[in-house]
């Protein structure tokens, strides 16, 4: 892979149900092997999720390193964090909320996170924040307010998704204004959500147009 973290976003917008379910069907029989025991018991519309994650990541396996999702082994590290284990220099990470989907490929650790807006719970920045975040956002009865908060909170995640330590109270201990053994972000706001990517300095971040549900069918299909 080039020296450069790639970032593929996709919203599922209004699609008529009949015409997706044949194609989750076919990506259920494409990614069968990935499904976990776990899975078994699993919502429709969880697995729905999964499958559109992993044909997202799909199509940037395929852009960026020139492999199939199929041909990879994939292995959960001890804190949930997936790896890929018969390509090491090929890491990525997930994220997805409400009609959102993320995926960041990187040849070095990479971690992402998506936040659609939300109402924010009284007094959580401070169990999660540092003093000098704190500090650094407006009034909650700011209009401003959530943006702000979601920004410093997709950075957080996104570096402890990078480290594949999950929360462990790490969070009110990370300084998001600073780089972190050369860790560095980019976080970016749109109409109604947040998302930050994690990745190491000096890759350069290449971030793909937004997708949409016709645009992931049609290119899955010619590639498939």
Not at 191 to 214: E, G, T
């Amino acid at each position: 892979m080039d020296p450069i973290a790639s970032v593929y976003l996709f919203m599922l917008d209004q699609v008529d149900p009949d015409s997706l379910a044949p194609f989750l069907a076919e990506l259920r029989e494409r990614y069968h092997a990935l499904f976990t025991s776990a899975m078994k018991n699993a919502s429709d519309w969880w697995i729905q999720r999964k499958l559109i994650g992993w044909t997202l990541l799909d199509i940037a396996l395929q852009q960026e390193a020139g492999i199939l999702l199929t041909e990879c082994r994939i292995e959960l590290l001890e804190h949930g964090k997936p790896v890929i284990t018969n390509f090491p220099d090929v890491h990525f990470n997930l994220s997805h909320s409400k009609q959102y989907f993320l995926v960041g490929l990187s040849h070095e650790p990479i971690g992402v996170d998506i936040e659609s807006e939300r109402k924010i719970i009284p007094n959580l920045a401070e169990k999660v924040f540092t003093e000098k975040e704190q500090k650094s956002l407006p009034s909650i009865e700011d209009s401003t307010y959530t943006q702000a908060f979601l920004r410093i909170w997709t950075k957080k995640e996104s570096y402890t998704k990078a480290l594949g330590t999950g929360y462990q109270g790490l969070w009110n201990r990370i300084e998001t204004a600073e780089i972190i053994d050369s860790f560095i972000w980019k976080t970016f706001s749109q109409d109604n959500f947040v998302f930050s990517v994690c990745y190491h300095s000096p890759q350069i971040l290449v971030l793909h147009p937004l997708m949409k549900w016709q645009e992931l069918a049609d290119f899955y299909r010619s590639k498939v």
